[in-house]
Antibody, heavy 120, light 110 residues
Framework: QVQLLQSGAEVKKPGASVKLSCKTSGYIFTSYYLTWVRQAAGRGLEWMGVIHPNTGDTTYAQRFQGRVTMTRDTASSTVYMELSNLGSDDTAVYFC?????????????WGQGTLVTVSS | QSALTQPASVSGSPGQSITISCTGTSSDVGTYNLVSWYQQYSGKAPKLIIYEDNKRPSGVSSRFSGSKSGNTASLTISGLQAEDEADYYCYSYAGRRTWVFGGGTKLTVL
């Protein structure tokens, strides 16, 4: 079955960077977009960007341009999301999610989420 | 990339039907038949319940249905049950390989 296993919780100081991982299994890694979504406590879901694991092509939400980098390792079927210059408003749960495919552009499998806390 | 507009909250009694709207623009909801809906329980990852405006993934109850008119998509839940109490989010393709979420709607079953 499809599984997305995310790395553990992180605590970072303002100005630092964080790199999260999302290890996938149960499907052909290179065939489906992987999306990163975040959710601050009590707030809604926010689209951060997407990577195609086959080509490594990425698209980022405008508000994260210059601060976010998404990469992948095809050997381990893992995608990574690095966010730099962290501020307190980056404190959130970060999810990775797999595209359903077939041009549906919907997210049919999700990781369990990783809590990132930014605090001095 | 402005968020799609959803009501902050809706409520209904068991057995009733409710509808959650999701308003976008001609650049996203109005152009692509690619609106999906997600159900999220507190502290959990979202779950896909509708894709491509009105299709249900395997295993999702037929009480959930989606529709769209112009720039507004809608999620209807019929025969409301206590277990439907959750947050609901719409999500639309917005072109140039970008996507946008709605602000989310909290459903309360009275």
């Amino acid at each position: 079955q499809v599984q997305l296993l995310q790395s553990g919780a992180e605590v970072k100081k303002p100005g630092a960077s964080v790199k999260l991982s999302c290890k996938t299994s149960g499907y052909i890694f290179t065939s489906y977009y992987l999306t990163w979504v975040r959710q601050a406590a009590g707030r809604g879901l926010e689209w951060m960007g997407v990577i195609h694991p086959n080509t490594g092509d990425t698209t980022y939400a405008q508000r994260f341009q210059g601060r976010v980098t998404m990469t992948r390792d095809t050997a381990s079927s893992t995608v990574y999301m690095e966010l730099s210059n962290l501020g307190s408003d980056d404190t959130a749960v970060y999810f990775c999610a797999k595209d359903k495919g077939s041009g549906t552009f919907s997210l049919d499998s999700w990781g369990q989420g990783t809590l990132v806390t930014v605090s001095s | 990339q402005s968020a799609l507009t959803q009501p902050a909250s809706v409520s209904g009694s068991p057995g009733q039907s409710i509808t959650i709207s999701c308003t976008g623009t001609s650049s996203d909801v109005g152009t692509y038949n690619l609106v999906s809906w997600y159900q999220q329980y507190s502290g959990k990852a979202p779950k896909l319940i509708i894709y491509e405006d009105n299709k249900r993934p395997s295993g999702v109850s037929s009480r959930f249905s989606g529709s769209k008119s112009g720039n507004t998509a809608s999620l209807t839940i019929s025969g409301l049950q206590a277990e439907d109490e959750a947050d609901y989010y719409c999500y639309s393709y917005a072109g140039r390989r970008t996507w946008v979420f709605g602000g989310g709607t909290k459903l309360t079953v009275l």
